[in-house]
């Protein structure tokens, strides 16, 4: 299904879920691994100051800690990767998402993997995002229609065998995208799917058990008629949670069936169903026993000029010529 995995880390010297997460799938899908790290600033006007991931002072971005960082983290990968993989190590400075993006489209990845918005950020004194661009999965999401896989601290994949997947439905384009996804997943591991949608339950007595059986009747057709012809010849189980926050109840429909994914599909333009948009995606994420899979409708993606200057302190387009650290695992 993939030719190439981004995996973005935003550390050095430790040993990331969202790498060796990333490397299960590509060694699954003998796809190359390519692992990107941008050195966040502490400032918002001048992202060429960048934090020394060792001894935490202010250092300018140069060629020569590129080179240091990428070393550091080629040689810390490579005895611990699947063996046989291909991956490379890039590292950059910019806005996380922005960078991202950039060596995506680059690659042509077929999946970019990162972690959810925490606090080690903070922790760094560093700056994850300036101004109105929101955080690094929602700069990404907004703007990357290949599925996005979000990885939280707690979970370490071991395989990309996807036996059980779970899938958010709003009804929106995009979950139809995310639908889709599923069944080429299923397709290819022969795995089940559980289509997913809460039903909101306001207290009783204004809502009786009534109006609830109504409810849970009229959803199950239009979940049916919605759900059909995306997943079908595979095999699927629906389920309608009532609840009153989507991403709980997601999560523990996930952890009651044990699954190996949650997909869910994001950013439509219609109004009313952004579910899973931004920082509920992150909420989910964060939660979750298992990766999230984070699929964009093509047409709701939010556009963006790469080469447009995004460091103002600078004034101009950054220097993109970079230095590429490369390697094979072998045993």
Request: aromatic residues 8%; charged residues 25%.
């Amino acid at each position: 299904m993939f030719k190439h995995i981004l995996a973005a880390t935003d550390l050095v010297g430790v040993k990331d879920p969202v790498v060796t997460g990333a490397a299960a799938i590509a060694e699954t899908h003998q796809a190359k691994l390519n692992i990107l790290h941008v050195a966040e600033s502490s400032h918002e006007n001048n992202r060429h100051l960048v934090k020394d991931f060792k001894t935490g002072e202010e250092i300018n971005f140069s060629s020569a800690y590129q080179e240091i960082v990428q070393k550091e983290l080629f040689d810390f990968y490579k005895p611990i990767l699947p063996v046989g993989i291909d991956f490379d190590v890039q590292v950059v400075c910019g806005f996380p998402w922005e960078e991202i993006v950039r060596q995506s489209r680059h690659l042509n990845a077929g999946m970019i993997v990162l972690g959810p918005h925490s606090e080690r950020a903070a922790q760094r004194g560093t700056v994850r995002m300036a101004g109105k661009i929101g955080s690094t999965v929602e700069g990404v999401v907004m703007r990357e229609n290949c599925p996005v896989m979000i990885i939280n601290p707690s979970v370490h994949l071991s395989s990309a065998a996807f036996k059980k997947i779970v899938v958010g439905v709003d009804f929106s384009v995009s979950c139809e995208c995310a639908l889709f996804f599923a069944r080429k997943t299923a397709e290819k591991f022969g795995s089940k799917i559980f289509p997913f949608h809460m039903i909101p339950v306001p207290p009783y007595p204004k809502y009786t058990k009534e109006d609830s059986e109504a409810d849970l009747k009229n959803t199950k057709k239009r979940l049916e008629a919605f759900c059909r012809d995306l997943i079908k010849e595979t095999d699927y189980t629906y389920q309608i949670w009532g609840g009153a926050l989507p991403h709980l109840e997601l999560v523990k429909c996930a952890e009651k069936n044990n699954a190996d994914i949650i997909i869910l599909g994001s950013h439509t333009k219609k109004q009313g169903t952004k579910w899973y948009a931004g920082s509920a995606v992150e909420r989910t994420a964060f939660r979750a026993g298992c990766p999230v899979i984070v699929v964009t409708d093509p047409q709701a993606l939010v556009s963006w000029d790469e080469n447009a200057p995004n460091d103002p302190a600078i004034g101009k387009e950054k220097d993109r010529s970079i230095h590429v650290f490369t390697g094979k695992r072998h045993g």
